[in-house]
């Protein structure tokens, strides 16, 4: 429980610091770093029950839904979000351990981890196309109700 | 500057700037369409790829008019793509004559970037919370901090850009992997892998990966795969530069 609160925000803080890197205006930190750690939370909440694959999907379908929806709301660039708050998510792990499994001949090894952080990215891939043919009349609707 | 040229030179240069600044095709079309309706010219004619905007108006009478810009893969201004949206927003309510408009998108287009401390922290802090995220302990997110920081001031204050990108992800991933190594033999950090994937995370290509997904759900296939190119091409970088490391580490030191 305590990892999951401790993960969840090193998710927010994380997220934060890559919305400075590509920077995106300090008015929008607050958002971004909420983007990030719901990501976080939803793939953790997740995992157990359904597996890693589609807990990610689900993450990013969420991180996608977050930055449409902030997007509409705050009246900016839904990027501004999902370029920030998809960053927890992207497979840095897997990348490195089939590197490493490449450099230390054990094919198999790279070949299969290798094929595991693919996965990951396309499922990735599948949520943001999903979520990116929501139509947008949704998202303005229920930012509407939002700020009423 | 005749006021059709006034419009044209704005539209142009709005494109350019939000393409360098990394939005996805289909807002550099949009936005440009938007603007030059706004100001009464819709005959004007785009086509974007992901580093290029070429552009054209006339005929019924009007002059003939047509540009093209090279634009370098570049992105990561997301503050620029915030505020061409705001600018084009306030075009369409007519808040903004084309010259204001054009001074306006020079101001964007020069504005500075965030100090470099604020960079190489947010780089440090970045990568010790995705060290953590990783499964790493606290000792491996401290390491993993200070390989963040050595990363982002070896870019911004060693390279300064005079690498090509491909040199830079390489010999980054080797600055990181070297330190972390380093770092661990000392004691802080226990878990290597932990600590060098958390480092790496700054390298990674978030803006590439993302838009070029977003490039070819609307259907822009070229500019798409050429992104996700770019994409696949840095992480190879990365890994090679990783990889090199390490297989010198263990045929000379021994792992």
Known sequence: MFRLIAETVAAGVGTVAFALIFHVPTRYFARCGFTGAAGWLVYLLFRPGLGSLPAIFLATFAVLCISRFSAVQLRCPATIFLISGIFPLVPGLGIYQTAYAFVNNATQEAGSIGFATLKTAIAMVLAILLGLELPGSWFSRLAGRWSR | ?255
């Open chain 2, 1 to 255: 500057m005749a006021e059709q040229e006034q419009v044209f030179e704005t539209v142009a240069l709005a494109g350019e700037v939000l393409l360098a600044s990394g939005a996805e095709i289909s807002r550099v079309t949009d936005t440009m369409e938007r603007i030059a309706r706004a100001y009464g010219c819709p005959e004007l004619d785009t086509f974007i790829v992901s580093n290029g905007v070429l552009l054209s108006s006339g005929g019924n009478g009007r002059r003939y008019q047509a540009k093209v810009r090279h634009v370098p893969l570049g992105g990561g201004r997301l503050d620029r793509i915030d505020a061409v949206n705001q600018l084009s927003r306030e075009i369409g309510l007519g808040l903004h004559t084309p010259a204001e408009a054009y001074a306006r998108l020079k101001e964007i287009q020069t504005a500075p970037p965030r100090p470099r401390w604020q960079q190489i922290l947010a780089s440090g802090v970045g990568s010790a919370a995705f060290c953590y995220l990783f499964g790493g302990t606290l000792w491996d997110a401290a390491a993993a901090f200070l390989c963040g920081l050595a990363l982002y001031v070896y870019f911004l204050l060693l390279v300064r850009g005079r690498l090509s990108k491909i040199a830079m992800n390489i010999s980054g991933g080797a600055v990181v992997t070297v330190l972390s190594l380093f770092l661990v033999h000392l004691g802080i950090g226990a878990n290597l892998e932990m600590v060098t994937a958390g480092a790496v995370v700054p390298l990674l290509p978030g803006v590439a990966f993302t838009n070029g997904i977003r490039d070819i759900a609307d259907g822009d296939y070229i500019s798409g795969s050429v992104r996700l190119l770019d994409a696949i091409l840095v992480v190879a970088c990365l890994a090679l530069g990783v990889g090199a490391v390490m297989a010198a580490y263990s045929r000379w030191i021994g792992g």
